[in-house]
């Protein structure tokens, strides 16, 4: 099962309410993929200081991902596809290298080891960094849109 966190929005609450009421849907989407976006940045950022190689960082953040539909918003490991190869670890199997596995044997009895957990905890403490951060990047997308409909009348 991959790491995968529904952003708490508790925080932000009346930013959000405020969006709900005084936004159609697109700019809605648009800004929570903003916030998301701020999200997935600094989990990736944070990818470094776990101590991990950088072949499983760089294969963790190439299934670093965001979605935004009108139920729910996501980020996390898996969430994002990782389209440009099925070697190695994919969207399909990065929960290996964040939430580790135990002892392994196969059906004949030959030794497959453990994989520790190398990014477990790591989206929980972006998503506590990034919240100002989120809120700053939602404001200005809705900024730079509401200029560009503006210039459109």
């Not at 709900?20 to 990818?47: D, F, H, I, K, V």
């Not at 200081?49 to 299934?63: D, P, Y």
């Not at 030794?111 to 960094?129: D, E, K, S, T, Y």
Request: hydrophobic share 40%.
């Amino acid at each position: 099962m991959t790491e995968t966190i529904v952003v708490d929005t508790s925080r932000l609450d009346r930013f959000v309410a405020q969006l709900n009421q005084e936004l159609p849907q697109r700019l809605r989407t648009g800004a929570l993929r903003a916030m998301l976006r701020a999200y997935r940045r600094r989990a990736s950022r944070m990818l470094a200081s776990t101590g991990a190689s950088r072949r499983a960082q760089k294969a963790a953040r190439a299934v670093l991902g965001v979605r935004v539909n009108q139920r729910q918003a996501k980020v996390g490991f898996g969430v994002r596809k990782n389209t440009k190869k099925e070697k190695g670890i994919t969207h399909r199997n990065v929960h290996w290298l964040v939430l580790g596995t135990g002892k392994r044997k196969t059906n004949a009895g030959a030794n497959r080891g453990q994989m520790p957990a190398l990014f477990r905890g790591v989206l929980q403490r972006a998503a506590a960094a990034a919240q100002a951060e989120a809120v700053r990047e939602a404001r200005r997308w809705l900024i730079k849109e509401i200029r560009k409909m503006r210039s459109k009348l």
